[in-house]
């Protein structure tokens, strides 16, 4: 498939594509020209959804607000613009204006224009009723439906209004544009002022109304919450009352810290009386059994004084132990210790002249360290009382705090409640006062009619038109698998080609008239044609004499041909024999009427008297025979090469290829033979297999001859 050939198809019907673009141009511009001129009206709704200047209360909020979510307000603003109960209130306000005013955007259609006065009151009342209450038309009603007609003929109704009605946001702006083409300059500004006036009164009454329900119905689940509150504080408050609890957390943390410091002081005791312990026997190892009667029998005089002192420091030191060894008690506790190591050495001073007194010191240490054990035992016991008491009063503490935690974790809860409450009742209080941010920014006012496009329509219209037929021409050339060119049948069949004829123009012509003297300006190009032709079939033929002329089907040519190269070899001065080989169609018979016919040469080898000044013609008489029925095949090789030595050159006009036994029984003798194929046809599949035979006669086949071109080819081998 060549570019060339589809230009040369766009040439073939220029004239057709010049009719049909001119037509649609006439037909455009008639459509067009009482096309009624358009005015545009448009205003903007601002919406405040991204201007910062009026989000000072809810700043923060804004600055989180995601692109998508801001996306999101402005389709929903759009698509409540879109409602069809706001247009069918634009619409019920159109057409009573109308009706009422004596200056109407458009006149009544002619199916309504003979409407009666009391007709068109009743059709007022209705509209007016149904715009207040915000109701459609219910075309159940045969009245109601009457009337939605109504709005249909002036175009009033909700499809029509929508064709001309453009709602969208200003790129990355805050402002929603609403635009409305019509044929009236008042009427397009009135469509768009009333449908953002709609908008906006919808738009407020919808968003305060459940603003307004939802500040009433948090205000009352606050008050709930409070009340529960303050309820579970009321039973906290009076269980502590019943029970005589202040501070758990701070009782508890004192009797543990006391605990903690009475464990200390017991610590510390134990280890004192260990190594008082341990100081009294070492000093008892010091004393043989004699010393130690003695001592014990001469200072029992003086036991009752330090006896009488040591009980009043036990009962001292069980209050110092009893109050938290308060620092109040420690210099009385002091001064009595220092009493009693008074009274010990005292008793120590009585012995000056003993002989063993050089052991006094060593009694004095001993019974101090015996009064400092007394008391560290008693400081253990009363130590163990107190721990005792303080664990006491521990366990007694143990359940009023689970029953008190229980109470405060429902008291937490409760606060979460209801701060969580009073938050979303402040915010949403505060929103309801500061929600309503949509308005007009200015009213949409009448504007000039729009630049005319009747000739833009006019000139869109023609070259539409013109790309459309070139379109459908190249669709035509893609899907057309017709051989036009003898390139196409080359590469087609793969097999060689020797030239190409014409298409003879006029009507059909008669082959004894084909060579007269007034048909050679029309047989001009074709004579030229078959001239290269005939060299190229004497090229392949290199002496030999005997060429078969033949073709895929009937009526592509062939015998044309053959008359034709006879005529153009005895131009030459060849001795031509013409051989009508077709039974089945014996057009050359017919044509020329012979007087010798094959069925008798064949039979009796009758002699063919040669005129000097004509071609030799051998016809048939047609009719269901082939040629090895009128002989065998060794006696018509016989013949043939009796008619080889007789003529220059022998042109047999084979039957076509889809009668394959007698195209066969003729290429039997014959040197060469060449196809005729009839341009802008398709091979078949049926087809395929005479070219396959074609394929097996190797060189015997010439190559095509491609008949009814436009133009001439050169030969081109395979």
């Given at each position: 498939?060549?570019?060339?050939?589809?230009?040369?198809?766009?040439?073939?019907?220029?004239?057709?594509?010049?009719?049909?673009?001119?037509?649609?141009?006439?037909?455009?511009?008639?459509?067009?020209?009482?096309?009624?001129?358009?005015?545009?009206?448009?205003?903007?709704?601002?919406?405040?959804?991204?201007?910062?200047?009026?989000?000072?209360?809810?700043?923060?909020?804004?600055?989180?607000?995601?692109?998508?979510?801001?996306?999101?307000?402005?389709?929903?603003?759009?698509?409540?613009?879109?409602?069809?109960?706001?247009?069918?209130?634009?619409?019920?306000?159109?057409?009573?204006h109308d009706l009422s005013s004596p200056t109407p955007f458009r006149k009544l259609n002619h199916q309504f224009k003979n409407l009666s006065q009391p007709a068109i009151e009743h059709a007022l009342v209705v509209y007016r009723a149904k715009l207040q209450n915000g109701e459609p038309l219910s075309l159940y009603d045969k009245d109601e439906a009457g009337l939605n007609e109504l709005l249909i003929s002036m175009r009033y109704d909700e499809r029509s209004l929508r064709k001309?009605?453009?709602?969208?946001?200003?790129?990355?702006?805050?402002?929603?544009?609403?635009?409305?083409?019509?044929?009236?300059?008042?009427?397009?500004?009135?469509?768009?002022?009333?449908?953002c006036k709609e908008f906006l009164n919808y738009y407020t009454v919808n968003v305060k109304q459940s603003e307004t329900?939802?500040?009433?119905?948090?205000?009352?689940?606050?008050?709930?919450?409070?009340?529960?509150?303050?309820?579970?504080?009321?039973?906290?408050?009076?269980?502590?009352?019943?029970?005589?609890?202040?501070?758990?957390?701070?009782?508890?943390?004192?009797?543990?810290?006391?605990?903690?410091?009475?464990?200390?002081?017991?610590?510390?005791?134990?280890k004192d009386i260990a190594s008082y312990e341990g100081a009294i026997k070492s000093i008892d190892n010091h004393f043989n059994p004699k010393d130690r009667q003695y001592i014990e029998s001469t200072i029992s005089q003086y036991n009752q004084s330090i006896t009488s002192t040591t009980e009043q420091l036990h009962i001292l030191n069980d209050e110092y132990v009893h109050s938290g060894f308060d620092p109040r008690y420690k210099p009385a506790v002091d001064s009595l210790q220092k009493e009693l190591n008074n009274e010990i050495n005292n008793g120590s001073d009585k012995y000056i002249s003993d002989p063993r007194i050089a052991k006094d010191d060593l009694v004095k240490q001993r019974m101090t360290l015996e009064v400092s054990r007394d008391l560290a035992k008693y400081s253990v016991k009363s130590i163990d009382r107190e721990l005792g008491e303080l664990n006491a009063q521990k366990a007694r503490l143990v359940p009023f705090d689970a029953i008190v935690k229980t109470y405060e974790f429902d008291i937490n809860i409760a606060s979460q409640e209801y701060m969580d409450v009073l938050n979303k009742y402040n915010a949403t209080n505060l929103q309801s006062n500061f929600s309503i941010k949509l308005s007009q920014v200015e009213p949409a006012t009448p504007s000039s009619a729009e630049p005319s496009k009747k000739m833009l329509l006019i000139v869109l219209s023609g070259v539409s038109s013109?790309?459309?037929?070139?379109?459908?021409?190249?669709?035509?050339?893609?899907?057309?698998?017709?051989?036009?060119?003898?390139?196409?049948?080359?590469?087609?069949?793969?097999?060689?080609?020797?030239?190409?004829?014409?298409?003879?123009?006029?009507?059909?012509?008669?082959?004894?008239?084909?060579w007269d003297v007034e048909n050679r300006q029309r047989m001009q190009q074709f004579k030229e044609l078959l001239r290269s032709v005939r060299f190229e079939i004497d090229q392949e033929l290199k002496g030999e004499k005997i060429l078969?002329?033949?073709?895929?089907?009937?009526?592509?040519?062939?015998?044309?041909?053959?008359?034709?190269?006879?005529?153009?070899?005895?131009?030459?001065?060849?001795?031509?024999?013409?051989?009508?080989?077709?039974?089945?169609?014996?057009?050359?018979?017919?044509?020329?009427?012979?007087?010798?016919?094959?069925?008798?040469?064949?039979?009796?080898?009758?002699?063919?008297?040669?005129?000097?000044?004509?071609?030799?013609?051998?016809?048939?008489?047609?009719?269901?025979?082939?040629?090895?029925?009128?002989?065998?095949?060794?006696?018509?090789?016989?013949?043939?090469?009796?008619?080889?030595?007789?003529?220059?050159?022998?042109?047999?006009?084979?039957?076509?290829?889809?009668?394959?036994?007698?195209?066969?029984?003729?290429?039997?003798?014959?040197?060469?033979?060449?196809?005729?194929?009839?341009?802008?046809?398709?091979?078949?599949?049926?087809?395929?297999?005479?070219?396959?035979?074609?394929?097996?006669?190797?060189?015997?086949?010439?190559?095509?001859?491609?008949?009814?071109?436009?133009?001439?080819?050169?030969?081109?081998k395979k």
């Open positions: 498939m060549e570019v060339s050939g589809y230009f040369s198809l766009v040439g073939k019907y220029k004239y057709i594509i010049i009719i049909i673009v001119l037509a649609m141009v006439v037909a455009s511009y008639f459509l067009v020209k009482n096309l009624p001129d358009e005015y545009i009206s448009s205003t903007q709704i601002a919406t405040g959804i991204v201007d910062a200047s009026k989000h000072l209360l809810d700043k923060d909020a804004n600055a989180a607000a995601q692109q998508e979510q801001i996306n999101q307000e402005f389709n929903n603003l759009t698509e409540i613009l879109k409602l069809k109960k706001l247009i069918d209130n634009v619409s019920y306000q159109l057409i009573i001309n009605l453009d709602i969208a946001r200003d790129v990355e702006s805050d402002f929603i544009s609403v635009t409305y083409t019509s044929e009236n300059p008042q009427l397009s500004p009135f469509v768009v002022n009333a449908l329900n939802a500040v009433n119905f948090l205000s009352n689940l606050l008050i709930e919450k409070r009340n529960a509150l303050n309820e579970k504080k009321d039973s906290l408050q009076q269980y502590k009352i019943k029970n005589g609890i202040l501070n758990l957390d701070e009782q508890s943390r004192l009797i543990y810290a006391q605990i903690l410091n009475y464990d200390d002081k017991k610590q510390q005791a134990e013109l790309i459309l037929c070139l379109l459908v021409l190249f669709i035509l050339f893609y899907l057309d698998d017709t051989i036009k060119e003898p390139v196409d049948l080359v590469n087609k069949t793969q097999l060689p080609l020797l030239g190409s004829l014409n298409t003879i123009s006029g009507p059909k012509p008669d082959l004894k008239k084909l078969g002329i033949t073709s895929l089907g009937p009526g592509e040519g062939k015998t044309l041909l053959a008359t034709s190269l006879a005529y153009s070899y005895s131009a030459i001065n060849k001795k031509v024999l013409l051989i009508d080989g077709n039974f089945g169609n014996p057009t050359i018979s017919k044509t020329i009427q012979p007087k010798l016919f094959v069925e008798d040469y064949f039979r009796t080898s009758a002699y063919i008297e040669r005129d000097n000044t004509a071609i030799s013609v051998i016809g048939n008489r047609g009719g269901d025979v082939t040629l090895l029925e009128i002989n065998d095949e060794r006696n018509i090789q016989h013949e043939f090469d009796d008619l080889r030595s007789r003529y220059d050159i022998i042109l047999i006009d084979l039957p076509p290829l889809d009668s394959l036994n007698q195209s066969k029984e003729w290429i039997l003798f014959t040197n060469k033979v060449i196809a005729v194929y009839e341009a802008h046809r398709s091979i078949t599949r049926s087809q395929s297999q005479y070219i396959d035979y074609l394929k097996h006669l190797n060189n015997k086949f010439s190559g095509w001859v491609l008949n009814k071109t436009t133009a001439g080819y050169k030969r081109k």
